[in-house]
């Protein structure tokens, strides 16, 4: 665990937020913070309101009540197509990837909140959107590199299989350079295999590119694997947090998953 987890201001602080749709309330009152290099699992069954809450960061959802703040300011009136510039990456649990393209050009997507060109630079081909592009590409390179792509850089990613075509989608939210990274149901699909590879490849993540990990999975023990820290929900609102140790012995988060009366 990175040694700044813990010390100063959390990365991100979520307080106190409420998301309902129409009757149906998916978030209730809840808090909690997340803290610069860590990688904290967000746990709960379903219903739990794991995703509505990462759809709150994105700015997918309106949050009618609390604040949602990212190094000391609110997100809450971010516009959704600023949120990737702000230092937020995400991954998805259907993945959003364009399928006839390569995957150099789907990780090139990812960098597009990074450019600095301009659109009169980049229609007019200005020499800083040229400088701007050559940047672009050469960190598409180098991401691929890292996370083992480099050899299917110019492959259509619907020709992929589904573990590497996990592995661009990471690539595309790296893409942006961010500071926290948001990974939904990352281990879904993946053989025990591909787990294991998949755990190596989110540490490396987060000491390799100095990114705080957000990461809502229902694969139980992955995330108690490779989280330094964890958070339980259920029926929208929190529940208990701790240690991986702490939350595999804790009352409320066993009876939530198995039921009244359940026991160790």
């Known amino acids: 665990m990175s040694t700044s987890q813990g010390s100063g201001a959390p990365l991100l602080s979520i307080r106190g937020v409420h998301v309902s749709f129409g009757s149906v309330v998916a978030l209730k009152n809840v808090s909690f913070d997340v803290h610069r290099g860590e990688i904290l699992g967000l746990i709960g069954p379903n219903g739990a309101g794991k995703t509505t809450l990462f759809n709150g960061l994105s700015r997918l959802v309106n949050v009618q009540k609390g604040d949602i703040q990212f190094e000391g300011k609110s997100l809450l009136t971010v516009p959704r197509s600023a949120i990737a510039r702000r230092g937020i990456g995400r991954t998805f649990q259907n993945l959003a990837l364009f399928q006839t393209m ?51 850089a110019e492959v259509p990613v619907g020709l992929l299989p589904f573990a590497v075509k996990k592995r661009v989608e990471l690539a595309r939210a790296l893409a942006g350079e961010p500071k ?8 879904g699909g993946l053989s025990h295999e591909e787990l294991d590879r998949l755990g190596e490849t989110i540490r490396q993540i987060r000491d390799g ?4 990990v957000l990461m809502v999975e229902h ?7 490779i989280s330094d820290r964890v958070v339980a929900l259920n029926f929208g609102e929190f529940l208990a947090s701790g240690s991986p140790a ?5 009352p409320k988060v066993i009876e939530a998953y198995l039921g009244p009366g359940a026991r160790t």
């Open 180 to 187: 926290l990274l948001l990974l939904d149901e990352p281990a």
């Open 246 to 250: 702490e939350m595999q012995r804790h």
């Open 102 to 152: 390569s995957v150099t050009n789907n990780v090139l997507v990812g960098a597009h909140s990074r450019g600095y060109g301009g659109f009169m630079a980049d229609a007019l081909r200005m020499r800083s959107a040229l400088r701007d592009d050559r940047g672009k590409r050469e960190r598409c390179r180098q991401l691929l590199e890292r996370l083992e792509l480099g050899h299917v």
């Open 219 to 225: 694969h139980l023990n992955f995330v108690m694997r």
């Open 209 to 212: 590119f100095d990114v705080t």
